[in-house]
């Protein structure tokens, strides 16, 4: 099961979600185009449409399993801002909830996870692929 090992959870035509390996919080995905590129205006139409409906999809899925508060989205271009991949442009889906411990890192220079990496992908993965709307 590649995609379990990657931790992607979703494949389009041009671009795939999958779980950040060093997450902020529980659940926090990421979206990429297929194609290696460094910046957000070097993404084409249909791309950028994609990875759109692709954050649509992650915020679905994370609001159906997860059930959080809110999200931030967004994405780091470039090194200085803090891309720690800078030649492959990727957004950020992170869920958030009222009370969350996203200061850990700054204070105790720790995460807190409540839920492996393995877990939470075995419970997004259906609804990734329409098996389990709840």
Known sequence: MEDRNELILFRGENSFSLMNLYPYT???LMVAPFRHIDSFTGLDQVERLEILEQIDRCINALSNVLNPDGFN???????????????????????????DTNFMPIFGNTKVIVEGLEETWDELKPVFDGENNA
């Not at 780091?76 to 990727?90: F, L, P, R």
């Open 26 to 28: 529980n659940g926090h």
């Open 73 to 99: 989205i967004g994405a780091n271009i470039g090194e200085s801002a803090g891309a720690g991949i800078k030649d492959h442009i990727h957004f950020h889906v992170v869920p958030r909830w009222k009370g």
